[in-house]
């Protein structure tokens, strides 16, 4: 099993930045492909980011490219999404999830953290 905790979320005003955390305990993450979700009230969970095991290979939302960094850190057992340029559309729960294969489905992942709010507002 492993076990996923975010970290990092909170409120920033529009044009702000926060940087997101999800450490892994438990079984080996590292072979672990990692994706960031979101579910905005009132919305169905979407597809964020989510990088390969080695962290070579990223894939991002239209709707969050150039503005979102994914990253991780094997030796820390830590995958970081960095927003910048944060707007009031990106409000939402934010989750992490880790799955054996690289994919944007969330259906695929196997593990889930339990989220962490982000609102950005004036």
């Known amino acids: 099993q492993v076990q996923l905790v975010e970290s990092g979320g909170g409120l920033a005003h529009p044009g702000g930045s926060l940087r997101l955390s999800c450490t892994a305990s438990?079984?080996?993450?590292?072979?672990?492909?990692v994706g960031w979700f979101r579910q905005a009230p009132g919305k169905e969970r979407e597809f964020v980011a989510a990088?390969?095991?080695?962290?070579?290979?990223?894939t991002y939302a239209d709707s969050v490219k150039g503005r979102f960094t994914i990253s991780r850190d094997n030796a820390k057992n830590t995958v970081y999404l960095q927003m910048n340029s944060l707007k009031p559309e990106d409000t939402a729960i934010y989750y992490c999830?880790?799955?054996?294969?690289?994919?944007?489905?969330?259906?695929?992942?196997?593990?889930w953290g339990q989220g962490t709010q982000v609102t950005v507002s004036s």
């Open positions: 999830a880790g799955a054996g294969i690289y994919t944007v489905t969330s259906t695929r992942y196997d593990y």
């Open positions: 990088i390969t095991w080695t962290g070579g290979g990223t």
């Open positions: 438990g079984r080996t993450f590292t072979r672990y492909a």
